[in-house]
């Protein structure tokens, strides 16, 4: 009777296994946040199975080994594994379930191995079951004509397994061919469920077959019937399943079929654990001389190829979105040598773009969960712009939203990194050109209000508006006053647009671009599409938290493509005519960092908040420490260096340091703290990037604030150590309070060190 209630007791948690992992598999039906958690009720299950199957360990020493059981072996450790690995990864980007374990390893990497081992133990999960077939289903005692006439019916079912197995690209997350799982989020929740169970029943049937093969084999009966019969329904199988992918195929790559694509586990939070102490009142800075807030970090290399063919075309006026259609034109692109706050890679130059159809609005959260099955914001709200989003992210939602609209995708995304298809006629990134031709909408002003911006017309660091920063003590000859700071974003449409029909090109959220950044291709006349290689992609228009200088139209800030910030969102184009042709490579190209090498901190610091986190670091990790300090110090007092502070920046002054690292090729690492001052790095960090050389080594910052988190310090520090990589950064609001040894700690995770 006990062995009765056990073998029960064991079944249901079979059971419910297989109906927890189908409803895992169905990510865009359940969601994010049921999705880990059913996730944690899985690990719960697989665990218990293993101690309910406990005897089987113990028993596989002992006995002598057949095919079956070397099979059986196999299939079971296997998926043991791949499950450990599944359910570790997972809950290393939590942000429901088990947040505390976020980043216990790398994003990047728990993000493609989840995927990949998500499908794996699937796939195993079926074989496995499969092999048990044989033996539940022996008490039935069915005659060799039924067996046939059964397994038959199941062949086609499992045959149509295979061509769903194949429609949804299941093969190229198995094999870590891209980061992202592409789901069809408008697809009904049963539809989902069942393709599921087919994909499921095509293993299990493999699974199956494979078990009465090893047992026809080592049967000792000399009148084996049909001894090769499982090989044939196996066979029939696949030959169905294909069959079925080749009849369809053409229809399915022409992107016409209504579906929508959604990327599963694809985003990475930036900044996650730093910014606990920066939601109050914004105070004048003791430590930074002023501040304000965006992000950067790198990736990939790019090439111009041969022109290819496109996909059948529809007429771009067609489309019924609300897009707006901008003439093309020449325009003076980045800004001439008069403009106040102007940085040298703004060069100015004639560029001629085509027409193309633009949004007027920053893409909305409540756009972007609908298809993409989560909302990755900071601020939620659902007309509020979304943000968190890295550029790869923005890639994988232009493709879902093509898809949903039935229009061509813009992009191929493979291991190898993303191919745009200038021809497509789907949505995309704007190249830097576009997206400054229609933010100047005629202008050639800073600002496309045509006078300077105030918090009454777009949203940013209010107290800061434009030239603030050399007339900080007599704010009465701006030409705008100080407003409000809103600290956070806030829906879009809220101010009036550009003359064009444009809203937020400057501030609320920051926008990607498709571009490299890279100095200016003078030569690039008409539709440039920037550099033919790089590391870091452009994005524009500055965020809620950004001084007004640094939302001016010619501004460029740059960042890693699996970088994402608190201010950094996407507005969408499409082309207004099938006249282009050709296709753009960009080939993920981050530097190899080595890891398991020597940490050296170092930083520069005014009033002792940088200096007070550098040691509390240093006493977390051990770390070899490092002071930055210019020959010629800065004021001690706090209003001459807010003067001294701002002039370095403007003329983009070098300071000479008073020493210097001798070993920093021993250093892997370079952890680098700072104060933000007026929004970017103080000039002695800019000195110290540019003395040595960081390729291949990793750049993790920290800086203390009042109020602006980074600024566009971030994006300095990209610009200067372009073949570094970045790493998360930790921004401390002033000296950190008493919270910042755990804050420290939970930043030194999120970054292995």
Known sequence: MQGKSSTIVKRTVDVCMTVLMLCLMAYQVTGEKYHEWIGIGMTILVIVHQILNRKWYKASFMGKYNAYRILTLLIDVSLIVVFALTAFCGMSMSSHAVPFLYGMTKISFARRMHLSMSFWAFLLMGLHLGLHIPVMTAKLKLSDKWKIIISSVMCIVAGTGLYFFLKNNIPDYLFFKTPFAFLDYKKAAAMVFLENILILSFWAFVGAQAALLCKLFQSKKENKKNPLLPVVFIMAAIIIGGGLHMAFHEKEESGFDGGNWGSSNGSVTASKVSEKTENTAVNEVKETPASSGTSATAGQTSQNTEPSDTAAQVDPASVSDGYLLISGGTFLMGSPDTE??????????????????????????????????????????????????????????????????????????????????????????????????????????????????????????????????????????????????????????????????????????????????????????????????????????????????????????????????????????????????????????????????????????????????????????????????????????????????????????????????????????????????????????????????????????????????????????????????????LSVHYSGGSALDEDIAEWLSLNDI
């Open 340 to 729: 106040n706050w102007r940085i040298e890679d703004e060069k100015q130059h004639e560029v001629t773009v085509s027409s193309f159809y633009i949004d007027a609005y920053e893409v909305t959260q409540e756009e972007y969960e609908q298809l993409m099955g989560k909302n990755p914001s900071a601020f939620p709200g659902e007309k509020h712009p979304v943000e968190n989003i890295t550029w790869l992210d923005a890639i994988a939602f232009a493709n879902a939203k093509s898809k949903a609209a039935g229009l061509t995708p813009a992009y191929e995304v493979t291991s190898e990194g993303v191919t745009w298809n200038k021809g497509a006629n789907g949505y995309r990134l704007p190249t830097e050109a576009e997206w400054e031709y229609a933010c100047r909408a005629g202008t050639a002003t800073p600002f496309n209000t045509e006078k300077s911006l105030d918090a009454s017309e777009a949203n940013f660091y209010g107290h800061y508006p434009y030239e603030i920063e050399e007339n900080y003590f007599d704010d009465s000859v701006l030409e705008a006053r100080p407003g409000t700071y809103r600290q956070t974003t806030i829906e879009v449409g809220s101010f009036e647009p550009n003359a064009w029909g444009l809203y937020d090109c400057h501030g609320n959220v920051n926008e990607w671009c498709w571009d490299y950044y890279a100095e200016y291709d003078l030569n690039a006349k008409t539709n440039p599409a920037g550099a033919l290689s790089g590391t870091r992609h452009v994005y524009r228009g500055g965020g809620w938290n950004d001084f007004a200088k640094n939302m001016r139209s010619a501004y460029r800030a740059a960042g890693q493509a699996d970088m994402a910030c608190f201010n950094l969102g996407v507005r969408f184009v499409r082309n207004a005519a099938n006249d282009r042709s050709g296709t753009v490579q960009a080939i993920e190209s981050v530097p190899e960092v080595k890891k398991g090498g020597k940490v050296l901190i170092a930083y520069f610091s005014w009033s002792g908040n940088t200096r007070g986190i550098a040691q509390e670091i240093q006493k977390q990790t051990g770390a070899d420490l490092f002071e930055i300090s210019p020959v010629d110090p800065y004021s001690s007092d706090y209003n001459t260096v807010l003067m001294e502070a701002q002039e370095d920046q403007h003329k983009q002054a070098r300071p000479k340091l008073t020493s210097h690292v001798e070993n920093m090729d021993e250093y892997d690492t370079i952890l680098l703290g700072y104060p933000n001052w007026w929004a970017s790095i103080p000039m002695p960090i800019a000195s110290f990037l540019e003395e040595y050389d960081f390729s291949g080594k990793r750049i993790i910052p920290f800086c203390s604030h009042g109020g602006g988190r980074f600024g566009q310090s971030l994006t300095a520090i990209a610009k200067l150590a372009p073949d570094a990589d970045m790493g998360e950064g």
